[in-house]
């Protein structure tokens, strides 16, 4: 009887096994919002607030001191003495927060605080003498940057000597951990002369008041404009939940000209005027707010709290030094007939997606399920139907030639300015068992450097080589990016150096590292995996690496300025610490470095400026390894995992950036993902994948949105699509069908085929019955036989049962954790690196999770899992 028992469980094993080999990589997969609550328990405050920046220059970091609100709508004040008596003037403001604990921040400019305490409540008021709006921030805006020549003047005779940074707590439940909060704003100053003063405008109604239920609702403001000339170059917008838009004009002479029209649920940045505009003395500035009643049950009056509203256009502008103003304000208006002018844009409203409106206002509703590695959300759902609701899908451009290029192991890609791909490839070199000692000292140099071109410039339409480069350079090619001037920074793990290439130079500009010289000072590396170059402030990242376990930072010119990160310790992996830290990339908007910490299998963010841990990005579906993360403007982060486990899924993934939530995840159609190395995106969501295994370069690109539902009946799942009904109904009729409709159907039909889905299940499973049937006579049969010829057959049989089950066995992925990691106040350590970094080399293997850290010369990888392909 156990026997039979044993074959049993055999058949089942074997049918889930089976089925799951059939199961589309979608869906396993559910869209979660992510909530944007900070996961920190301790603050990270900067413990120097003044950096230095060279001979003339220098950063203040500006931050709460571990504060943690009792009740919502607090406001809270912190004031900061300038460190300089002379001159100096602000170029750079960085956001040091997050929405999902602050609603919104100021700061202002004045010589005499409210209160010489560390923090106070700010009812006690920001300054006693006159204060200038020097900043202001909400909604996760991104950094602002002035123009230049253009600077905010402090110090010295006539300007600000402090700085009081207020924070306003709208909802509190954030901070139900008890967690310090150290948010804040980072100024880059200079002490050169700007030749330009900077200043604020503020536009602001007082007195707007919103009746329940009132459809529309328009705010004005308007004032005479009477001082010397200013060119106003950026603006922000600020209300809270009810405002639309928000628009703002110069008038003269009767003509409206817009300086700017944003939605303020969208994030509050300042935005850049898009065409230039100068106000001169007798000009009349106007501003409208759009509001709705609707959903209100009482009056909305302006005021201070997250119920309350504002309606506020703030303007940055630039004058002459010897005329300049710092700060203007505007709170009437003076004449109410002239907005029967308006123009009507302003009073047609911005739509903005409901995801992102629930993203600016924070997920409070939602409710959060912690688990032991990171949050997830519990989303209502219907049980009767579900709607995925995504703009894109990326899929592989199936009829691109680049696939069939004969390449050697891809370690690297980028794209040029001109939106060329750039691949970097090991051509007839690989990295193996005899390629490193113990030392991680290449040990393959008589072979001699790669003689093909190892860096090959593509045209992203046909695959045609335009250029090549990088023959006679290197040995084992690595990580590769491309700044914004077209150089090439590539990175070489056998001489443990990374290069600057000119695009038509034969020489390097410059070289970092020793070559052939292993080590973990300021001068050496250990097989440096990537790099990565900041389009403003040229400063160079380093991924560094397989046997070292840091992110080191040099100025452009190649000088040592700061490292941070150490091993991963014994247990969970904290922020900071990395097992393979393999990919980078900016989010410049953001002021953020996001990286690929590959054995741990997860994204970590830091502050580019300063290496403070912002956040961690970890889902299951990511399985044991991350391989490469990519960022493109406008807040996509694209990823690849790495090579497949049982129970993963090897494939590509799309994410929001704000939220870590995954929106997408691909696989190719031609050939299979065995070993995917590197990925780069560009703007228009067009994805390239490089593999070492494979020696394959894939091409994906997103198609429109497709109303795509999965409506559930009696357990039954089916799936509508509209183009597919549109062809089949047409073909029904006999109706012609457009050219348009029938290619993008049938290229839909290819991708489903190539990741079967629940019919194909079906289908299996209707296949597999008569087998099944067979299978249970057998073993009836011989347990039959058993019963005739005792228990040595029956001891057999268990034997055989036990190899079986024993191959059958690995690691589950387990259930879809869309958690997100807004870490941002979460410590970690700065360790030295003052000596050679041997845990988590390339050699090493740890028994209990099968981790292999070295890509090139380990085993073969076990062949993928029906689930991958």
């Not at 001169?280 to 707010?289: N, V």
């Not at 992203?460 to 080589?465: E, K």
């Not at 160079?540 to 190649?558: A, E, K, L, Q």
Request: proline content about 6%; overall charge negative.
């Amino acid at each position: 009887m156990a026997g039979l028992i044993n074959n049993l469980l055999i058949l089942l094993l074997v049918f889930q096994n089976s089925c799951s080999g059939f199961r589309n990589p979608l869906s396993v997969f559910k869209r979660y919002k992510d909530t944007t609550r900070s996961l920190s328990s301790e603050c990270l405050g900067n413990n120097r607030p003044v950096i230095s920046l060279g001979l003339t220059d220098f950063a203040l970091d500006i931050r709460m001191p571990g504060v943690t609100p009792k009740q919502s709508d607090t406001y809270l004040c912190m004031s900061l003495h300038l460190p300089v008596d002379e001159e100096a003037y602000v170029v750079d403001f960085r956001p040091q927060a997050s929405m999902d604990t602050v609603h919104h921040m100021l700061l202002f400019g004045c010589n005499v605080p409210s209160s010489t305490e560390n923090y106070w409540d700010c009812d006690e008021g920001t300054c006693t003498d006159k204060s200038n709006i020097l900043y202001a921030w909400a909604r996760n805006a991104p950094p602002t940057r002035l123009p230049k020549g253009v600077g905010f003047k402090v110090g010295g005779e006539t300007g600000s000597k402090y700085f009081v940074l207020q924070v306003h707590y709208g909802d509190v439940s954030a901070f139900r951990d008890k967690h310090k909060d150290c948010s804040g704003v980072t100024l880059h100053l200079t002490h050169q002369r700007q030749p330009l003063i900077a200043g604020m405008y503020l536009m602001m109604s007082v007195n707007t008041v919103i009746p329940p239920g009132e459809k529309v609702v328009d705010a004005d403001i308007a004032c005479h404009y009477q001082k010397y000339p200013m060119h106003l170059f950026a603006y922000r917008v600020h209300t809270h939940r009810l405002g639309k838009v928000v628009s703002g004009y110069r008038v003269r002479n009767g003509q409206w000209t817009l300086i700017g029209r944003q939605s303020p649920q969208l994030p509050q940045a300042f935005y850049p005027v898009e065409h230039p505009v100068d106000i001169s003395f007798g000009d009349t500035l106007a501003a409208r707010c759009l509001f709705t009643g609707e959903g209100r049950t009482m009056e909305t009056h302006i005021g201070g709290t997250a119920s309350d509203e504002m309606c506020n256009f703030y303007i940055m502008y630039y004058m002459e030094a010897k005329h300049a103003v710092s700060y203007m304000t505007c709170t009437q208006n003076i004449n109410p007939d002239m907005f029967r002018n308006i123009p009507q844009e302003a009073n047609i409203p911005i739509p903005v997606k409901s995801d992102m409106i629930m993203m600016t206002h924070g997920h409070h509703h939602e409710e959060t399920k912690k688990t032991d590695d990171s949050f997830s959300l519990k989303q209502p759902k219907r049980e009767e139907e579900e709607v995925l609701d995504q703009d894109f899908h990326i899929e592989e451009a199936v009829d691109w030639p680049g696939v069939n290029l004969k390449l050697g192991q891809v370690s690297g890609l980028a794209l040029d300015p001109k939106n060329n791909l750039v691949i970097f490839h090991r051509g007839d070199h690989v990295w193996d068992g005899n390629s490193f000692d113990s030392s991680f000292v290449y040990q393959q140099r008589g072979l001699g450097p790669i003689e093909q071109n190892t860096i090959l410039v593509i045209d992203p339409s046909n695959a045609d080589i335009l250029n090549s480069t990088g023959k006679n350079l290197f040995y084992l090619p690595h990580g590769l990016s491309i700044d914004k001037d077209g150089n090439y920074w590539v990175t070489d793990v056998a001489l443990h150096q990374v290069f600057k290439l000119g695009v038509h130079d034969k020489e390097p500009l410059l070289i970092l590292g020793r070559s052939l010289q292993p080590g973990s000072d300021k001068n050496h590396f250990c097989q440096p995996t990537d790099v990565a170059v900041d389009p403003v402030t040229g400063n160079i990242y380093v991924s560094d690496g397989y046997c070292n376990s840091r992110i080191v930072v040099f100025s452009p010119n190649g000088m040592f300025t700061m490292q941070w990160g150490e091993e991963t310790s014994v247990g969970k992996a904290k922020p900071g610490q990395f097992r393979i830290p393999h990919s980078l990339t900016l989010v410049p908007e953001f002021g953020q470095l996001c990286v690929a910490d590959r054995e741990n299998g997860r994204i970590q963010c830091f502050r580019s400026e300063t290496g403070e841990f912002t956040r961690e990005i970890k889902h299951k579906l990511f399985g044991r390894e991350l391989f490469a993360v990519s960022y493109i403007p406008g807040g996509l982060l694209f990823a690849v995992n790495g090579m497949p486990y049982p129970g993963d899924i090897v494939q590509g993934f799309v994410m929001n950036f704000s939220t870590g939530e995954i929106i997408d995840t691909f696989i190719p159609v031609r050939k299979s993902f065995e070993m995917p190395h590197d990925v780069v995106a560009s703007e228009d969501k067009t994805v390239y994948i490089g593999d070492a295994y494979a020696k394959t370069v894939w091409k994906f690109t997103s198609t429109e949105k497709m109303e795509h539902r999965s409506v559930k009946k009696a357990g039954i799942e089916v799936q509508e699509i509209k183009e597919a009904e549109t062809v089949i109904e047409a073909r029904l009729k006999n109706k012609p069908v457009s050219t348009e409709s029938q290619k993008k159907w049938e290229k839909h039909h290819i991708v489903e085929q190539a990741s079967p889905g629940i019919s194909f299940v079906l289908i299996t499973t209707l296949l597999i019955i008569p087998i099944v049937v067979l299978l249970a006579i057998a073993v009836f049969i011989r347990w039959r036989k058993t019963r005739v010829y005792g228990a040595d057959a029956d001891h057999k049989l268990e034997s055989s049962s036990g190899r079986i089950l024993g191959r059958l066995q690995g690691k589950g992925s387990g259930g879809l954790n869309l958690g997100n990691f807004f870490a941002s106040h979460k410590s970690y350590s700065r360790k030295g690196f003052d000596r050679l970094s041997t845990e988590g080399s390339d050699q090493e293997k740890d028994e209990d999770d099968g981790t292999d850290s070295e890509e090139e010369y380990s085993a073969p990888p076990p062949p993928p899992v029906s689930s991958s392909s």
